[in-house]
């Protein structure tokens, strides 16, 4: 049955993680990719749509939408942008007057810690996993193999493949709880399907 915007934006607001994951997986590419196109910079795309999809679902219970979500999802990407846009422009002119040196050396140091503790701790909670689920995850998230490619060579059904895919997903949430919300989607961030 197809859901209309209405139900899927009273599925949000009511919590409903599996409705806010269809959601996420059928735009998010897309987003990233409109994001790209007026900020020219693929990271800064990608980490701009994540943010308004932890926006949206931490602001869930208040979400009023007046135009299709789809409307509703690129204004927000596009908006989002045009004030990083802004943003770079003054932190450009604040880095002639402080200088590149100091700032960038800071900034990368502190980035770097962050994301060697993170990756230290999203290594561990995969190893976590069950021996399956642990292959399963792995081959889609590190080696980009879609569902039916897994199922194809492990002799699987695509259905276990995406329970499989569901229960790491679950595993890794309760593991890294700690860091959310800002990795509260890591397992569906890191390549989609």
């Known amino acids: 049955m197809q859901l209309t915007d209405t139900d899927i934006l009273e599925a949000i607001r009511q919590g409903n993680e599996r409705v806010f994951e269809v959601v996420f997986r059928k735009y998010y590419q897309a987003l990233c990719n409109y994001a790209f196109g007026l900020l020219k910079d ?3 795309a990608e980490e701009i749509v994540q943010g308004m ?12 939408i007046t135009v299709s979500l789809k409307s509703y999802l690129y204004r927000a990407v596009h908006n989002t942008c045009l004030n990083r846009i802004k943003h770079l422009k003054i932190q450009d002119t604040y880095r002639q007057h402080v200088g590149d040196f100091m700032e960038n050396n800071h900034v990368s140091a502190t980035d770097e810690l962050y994301k060697a503790e993170l990756e230290a701790r999203i290594a561990e909670a995969i190893e976590k996993l069950p021996e ?5 995850f792995r081959m889609s998230r590190f080696e980009e193999l879609k569902y039916q490619e897994i199922a194809n060579e ?3 059904s695509v259905k276990t493949v995406e329970n499989q895919i569901g229960k790491a997903l679950k595993i890794l949430r309760q593991e890294l709880a700690e860091y959310l919300p800002s990795i509260l989607w890591l397992g569906l ?3 989609h399907h």
Do not use: H
């Open 42 to 44: 693929m990271d800064d």
């Open 53 to 64: 999809f932890l926006k949206v679902w931490d602001q869930r219970q208040d979400l009023e």
């Open 132 to 136: 399956q689920c642990r292959l399963i």
């Open 154 to 156: 492990l002799q699987l």
């Open 189 to 191: 961030l890191l390549f």
